[in-house]
């Protein structure tokens, strides 16, 4: 059920691939920028409608568009934590993206979904922690849905990649 590659997000074939975002939903830079210029200019515009609605996304949190010129039917968007020192709330926020994320995929009928590394780019979040939280989120929210039939964490990096393949 659960499957780590390394490679491009914006490559894979999945029901909802998610994107690392800002609380702007604006694109920027790592997999953000890179899931924006792949996905195309309409899936920019949806974020626009989203921000005029909502006002943004909040850290912890997703919303969905289409998945433009993507390999996926859809894009969630979640806001990952901006590492200070652990003592933040950050681990509660980054297990909340994938909580969150997977919540939303449910609720769009998805079987797959392709998760980045959140919050280990610029935002400097401990790539070891993150990716023990990521892993055991994903792992406690399958053991109670099982419609989710596939995770795949995509690992841009070689250290990501060997992190968790290790936890895995």
């Known amino acids: 059920m659960i499957e780590v590659i390394k490679g491009d997000i914006t490559k894979v074939s999945a029901d909802i691939?998610?994107?690392?975002?800002?609380?702007?939903?604006?694109g920027g830079g790592g997999v953000d920028g890179a899931i924006h210029r792949a996905a195309g200019k309409a899936i920019l515009e949806q974020c626009l409608h989203i921000r005029h609605g909502q006002g943004g996304c909040k850290t912890g949190?997703?919303?969905?568009?289409?998945?433009?010129?993507l390999n996926a039917r859809y894009i969630i968007h979640t806001v990952g934590p901006l590492y200070q020192?652990?003592?933040h709330r950050e681990?509660?926020?980054?297990?909340?993206?994938?909580k969150n994320s997977l919540m939303l995929a449910l609720r769009y009928a998805a079987h797959s979904i392709a998760f980045p590394n959140i919050s280990t780019g610029i935002y400097g979040y401990p790539k070891q922690q993150a990716a023990s939280i990521a892993?055991?989120?994903v792992r406690a929210f399958l053991g109670e849905y099982t419609q989710i039939k596939k995770v795949l964490f995509v690992c841009y990096d070689q250290e990501n990649f060997t992190l968790y393949s290790n936890l895995l």
Do not use: M, P, R, W
Not at 17 to 26: G, K
Not at 64 to 69: N, P, R
Not at 91 to 98: E, R
């Open 17 to 26: 691939i998610v994107n690392a975002a800002n609380n702007t939903l604006l």
């Open 61 to 69: 949190e997703a919303v969905i568009t289409t998945a433009g010129h």
């Open 85 to 87: 020192d652990g003592h």
């Open 91 to 98: 681990a509660a926020l980054l297990a909340a993206c994938y």
């Open 135 to 137: 892993i055991a989120t």
